[in-house]
């Protein structure tokens, strides 16, 4: 059960996971429907410090739906790893 995700993405962290679903305004069971997963799935996952222990499968599917509903995972680039809001395209 690895939780390195492929194409150079960091797992995601807890935080980040609890930061992008209060930008959306999503609870832990619209994500969980969003990404094909169960809530408790998703709820252990956002009380863990760090990485999370998802599988790489998870982490994607959790990863793709947050995405497509508009949010940007940023790097830690030095600052630490967080998440924002795409800005609407014109």
């Given at each position: 059960?690895?939780?390195v995700?492929?194409?150079?993405?960091?797992?995601?962290?807890?935080?980040q996971?609890?930061?992008?679903?209060?930008?959306?305004?999503?609870?832990?069971?619209?994500?969980?429907?969003?990404s094909?997963?169960g809530?408790?799935t998703?709820r252990r996952?956002?009380?863990?410090?760090?990485?999370?222990?998802?599988?790489?499968?998870?982490?994607?599917?959790?990863?793709?739906?947050?995405?497509?509903?508009?949010?940007?995972f940023?790097?830690e680039?030095?600052?630490?790893?967080?998440?924002?809001?795409?800005?609407?395209s014109?």
């Amino acid at each position: 059960m690895g939780n390195v995700v492929n194409r150079g993405s960091p797992p995601l962290l807890g935080a980040q996971i609890r930061a992008a679903r209060a930008l959306l305004r999503w609870s832990a069971e619209e994500l969980a429907l969003a990404s094909a997963l169960g809530a408790n799935t998703v709820r252990r996952a956002e009380v863990t410090e760090g990485s999370t222990s998802l599988t790489t499968a998870n982490d994607r599917a959790i990863r793709r739906a947050l995405e497509a509903a508009g949010v940007e995972f940023i790097d830690e680039n030095g600052g630490g790893a967080g998440v924002r809001l795409r800005k609407p395209s014109r």
